[in-house]
């Protein structure tokens, strides 16, 4: 859908692109705490950002809701960011040479986010909470644990149980 | 190139999902731009952070929210393409200085370092530092974490050897006298939170003139 955008700037599929990724984008931000109107804001910009960019959506790197995550999360950082925010750009011509480029890649990782998704449902509660709010949340790790009320180093080995839990899976698909 | 350091998984993680100071998030997407294993792990960090969108539990927009939009809807981007540095300068770090590491006006620092001092933000400091072959930093701990990424040339330590790319992580524990290698200069981007204490007097007066 996202490539019918890209390749023929179709309202009718931006449009529908819209009704499922927006009220997640809204959710991923509010969940993280951004202020609900903000994230309505931000939601709507971010969809607009993914119209404007369609054309650098690359299927054989990410699918559209990895690619659309990163949108929304520099969107978000830069809101809260006066400053410039240094991003690396995946495309950059320095390292080409190591992008996929076999033909069933896009399968291979539509597949791969597939099972991550079923991972990540799988994942005990605790650990659940911890990967989302470490992605999710603008806060550090230390806040996290202050709010959570345990140790930052639960924290931390939670994230690593979780991370490693879900590499695993990865490692094992590939 | 081998990089055989890196940076831990929980910096890339934090890399990843954005909760990150400008200066870490400048050294950290120079490492990316470097190293391909890296690369491929923030990639899977990415993967993450997707699969969590797509099974995030919906909230609805407002009723006229995607009307909105679609009034707003212009023409599309252009393609954009980073353009390939003339001297191999990380495309991060380049759109940061605003010009390739070669234009870079060093100050300096005695005869054989130089520095630039890139960012500062309360006891942040990021900068760019230069050293001929076999210079001697000095001994010295850090009052917090230092960064460290290898640009060109190479330096050793007592806990190893950088190399172009190579990702040190210096934690206040870790006293180290780096002396960069023979050959070429060696040119590192570091990032240091609360600045370095020298063993000796005399260069802790000198690095506190100059700011470190
Ligand atoms: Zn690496």
Known sequence: ?174 | MTIRHHPKDSLRLAYVAGQMDPATALIMATHLSLCAQCRAAAADDECIGGALLEGAEPMPLRSDALARVMARLGAPEAIHRTEPSADGTPAPLRAFLGHELSCVRWRRLGPRLGYVTLYRRGSLAMRLLRGAPGTEVGQHTHRGTEYTVVLRGGYSDESGNYGPGDFQIASADLTHNPVADVGEDCINLAVTDGGLQFRSRVQNVVASLFGF
């Not at chain 1, 009704?19 to 607009?48: C, N, W």
């Not at chain 1, 369609?54 to 960011?81: G, K």
């Not at chain 1, 949340?137 to 140790?151: F, G, M, N, R, V």
């Open chain 1, 1 to 174: 859908m996202l490539r019918r955008v890209a390749a023929f700037q179709d309202r009718q599929a931006f449009q529908e692109l819209f009704a499922h990724f927006a009220p997640r984008i809204k959710a991923y931000l509010v969940r993280g705490g951004t202020a609900s109107q903000q994230a309505e804001d931000l939601a709507q910009e971010a969809m607009l950002a993914v119209w404007r960019k369609a054309a650098q959506f690359d299927s054989n790197r990410a699918s559209a809701a990895t690619w659309i995550f990163t949108i929304a999360r520099n969107l978000r950082i830069d809101m809260h960011r006066r400053e410039r925010h240094p991003r690396f750009d995946p495309a950059d011509p320095f390292f080409m040479p190591d992008s996929p480029d076999p033909a069933d890649s896009a399968l291979q990782t539509r597949q791969r986010e597939h099972q991550l998704r079923k991972a990540i449902q799988a994942l005990p509660p605790d650990q659940f909470r911890i990967v989302m709010l470490s992605f999710f949340s603008e806060k550090p790790h230390s806040q996290i644990a202050a709010e959570l009320d345990i140790p930052l180093g639960t924290v931390k080995s939670r994230i690593r149980l979780a991370m490693m839990r879900l590499k695993t899976l990865l490692g094992d698909e590939s």
